[in-house]
């Protein structure tokens, strides 16, 4: 890996080269490297592209394809679960859309999130575009067939939009400059771009999803914005937890700000150690847990990364999400807490490493006395 996919510069050695295998964004093993490089220009963290990308989000990449039903769970409130594209949704419609717009969800996939939008407000015209023809079905019925389009853009939308959103697309491409410049072309002036893309600095295990190819600091983030003609309305971390939310307006480019490059790309380097830390705590556990009946807590993410690790299955993960409980996951049952065999000797916990010891407070009271497994860079 040569340059920085944003600015360009030549970049130095990786921050962190772990061997196969890799965990893509769908919680699948790929028999990949992983390596991450971070920019000191303008602070940009990245790994190489996936061998074919284009062939991988055509055909393989088919997110919440399973069922109409099927939503990646946001949280868990008093009222009951929130799904993401619900949150999604809300964060969309707290900016400002014109009355009867015209919206464009870029990457659409189904476009579950601008239904969402749709919904509460049924003035706005509804615009899909994606790589992959996968999603026909779910938009029929409901958008007009010359509101959709698949791998290419028609030059009739160039300048009519008055918001392009794209919801965990940019960290997807081998290109991030010229997608959004795309997004840019489709805005009206004064029009709105609305994207949210993973902050590694607020969930770091996301330098570690193998087709998160970009990971993007704030400084980063600015100078993409600005290299695709936009203005920046807002970057804010925290409105969806883990993730950026980005708003940046179609009109005269602006100046770029004074967020330093290299002070990002040193933030990166302390959480690609963090990292490693945590691979080798994973390693060094795997012969201890061969021998034990053993649950993973969490069927996400980070429990397919404890899984990546260690040398015998656990006997079941354990999650709260609905969705996932009561089927498998990597051949292994998954269930809630509490409906876990009542001869377990350990639980790993694979969380977060930033919320973990927090999220398992209230585990006394499901877990009885089965001992808790945490695992630290220390
Ligand atoms: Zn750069």
């Known amino acids: ?52 990308l284009q062939a991988f989000y055509d055909t393989d990449y088919k997110i919440s394809l399973q069922s109409d039903g099927h939503d990646q769970l946001y949280e868990l409130t008093d009222d009951g679960p929130v799904f993401r594209t619900q ?18 969800d870029f990457g659409s996939g189904k476009a579950a999130t601008l239904q969402a939008i749709m919904a509460q407000r049924p003035d706005l015209s509804p615009h899909v575009f994606d790589v992959s023809r996968d999603y026909v079905e779910h938009w ?9 389009a698949s791998y290419d853009l028609p030059a009739s ?9 794209a919801h965990f697309v940019l960290e997807h491409v081998a290109d991030p400059v010229a997608v959004l410049r795309d997004m840019a072309r489709m805005l009206k002036l004064g029009g709105e771009a609305f994207f949210l893309v993973p902050d590694p600095e607020a969930n770091s295990g996301d330098l570690l999803v193998v087709d998160h ?5 704030r400084p980063a983030l ?4 600005s290299l695709s003609g936009l203005e920046v309305r807002s970057i804010e971390s925290g409105g969806f937890r883990g993730a950026w939310t980005v708003r940046a307006v179609r009109s005269a480019p602006a100046d770029l700000a004074n967020a330093s490059g290299a002070q990002a ?24 847990l061969a021998g034990q009946r053993y649950a993973i807590y969490g069927a996400g993410f980070y429990g397919t990364l404890a899984l990546s690790r ?68 220390d």
């Open 310 to 377: 260690m040398q015998e299955q656990p006997v079941c993960f354990i999650d709260s999400n609905p969705h996932l409980a009561g089927g498998t996951h990597l051949g292994i049952p998954v269930v809630m807490p509490g409906s876990q065999p009542s001869d377990l000797t350990q639980i790993v916990v694979a969380l977060n490493p930033a919320i973990a010891k927090e999220a398992m407070k209230g585990a006394a009271d499901w877990a009885a006395d089965v001992p808790l497994r945490f695992f630290t860079a």
């Open 1 to 52: 890996m040569k340059s920085c996919r944003i600015c360009l510069s030549a970049l130095g050695e990786p921050l962190l080269s772990v061997s196969a295998p890799a965990l893509s964004s769908l919680s699948t093993l790929l028999d990949l490297p992983t390596t991450i490089f971070a920019c000191t220009t303008c602070g940009h963290a990245q790994s190489p592209d996936l061998p074919d």
């Open 222 to 225: 600015e100078r993409l914005v």
């Open 87 to 104: 949150h999604q949704a809300r964060l969309v419609l707290d900016g400002d859309v014109p009355q009867g717009g015209r919206v464009l």
């Open 265 to 288: 790309a040193a933030s990166i380097g302390a959480l690609t150690d963090l990292w490693a830390g945590i691979l080798d705590a994973m390693t060094a556990a795997a012969p201890d």
């Open 213 to 217: 190819i970009n990971h993007f600091t």
């Open 157 to 165: 939308w160039d300048g009519t939009m008055d918001l392009v959103t």
């Open 140 to 148: 029929r019925g409901w958008i007009s067939e010359k509101s959709q």
